[in-house]
């Protein structure tokens, strides 16, 4: 599995209120299958956007292309997203739509930081409305990730200054957007 640099991680996942010149959307991702009631497949992982060429697409349809392949109807998957920007409205509702058609799916998704754009907030509400788990990032979230999907050298994770302050300043946001 191709793992985050350090720094790399750093300044995407940095959950920041208000985070300029973070361009890229990053997904780190862990799927977790069975079949029949007994343990199957475990897979994790990192997706980014797609930026090159004619193909412009944030790393939620990434995720979603690779993933809708190796769905099998019969087996029941656990994914999880911790996710550098919540989903933007149009990713949200592609997200939505894939949770209605798969229903043998759960989706928790946890957000460095929240992405404002237009038709955010409506995009957010359905996308949980579709059986989704959206929730901010806090601590041991980022720790997680650290220790899962960055190449750290055996380092251990430390923490930015105001990362819990920041994740119940988002956590706050997240919720009053769906009420």
Excluded at 48 to 76: I, M, Q
Excluded at 97 to 111: E, G, P, T, W
Aim: aromatic letters at 18%; hydrophobic letters at 35%.
């Amino acid at each position: 599995m191709e793992k985050l640099h350090p720094k790399t991680f750093s300044f995407h996942f940095r959950n920041l209120e208000f985070a300029y010149g973070r361009n890229c959307s990053y997904i780190c991702y862990r799927v977790e299958g069975r079949l029949s009631g007994s343990p199957g497949l475990s897979e994790q992982g990192v997706f980014v956007n797609e930026v090159c060429g004619k193909t412009r697409r944030h790393a939620e349809l990434c995720f979603l292309d690779w993933f809708r392949v190796r769905l099998s109807p019969d087996e029941y998957y656990r994914v999880t997203w911790f996710i550098s920007w919540s989903p933007c409205s149009y990713c949200a509702r592609e997200v939505a739509d894939f949770m209605k058609q798969y229903r043998n799916v759960k989706l928790s998704i946890f957000a460095a930081r929240l992405y404002y754009c237009r038709d955010h907030a409506q995009g957010l509400r359905s996308l949980c409305s579709s059986g989704a788990q959206l929730a901010i990032m806090f601590f041991w979230d980022f720790r997680y990730c650290w220790d899962n999907f960055v190449h750290n050298s055996g380092r251990e994770f430390r923490p930015w200054k105001k990362i819990n302050v920041n994740s119940r300043l988002l956590a706050t946001k997240l919720e009053d957007i769906l009420k």
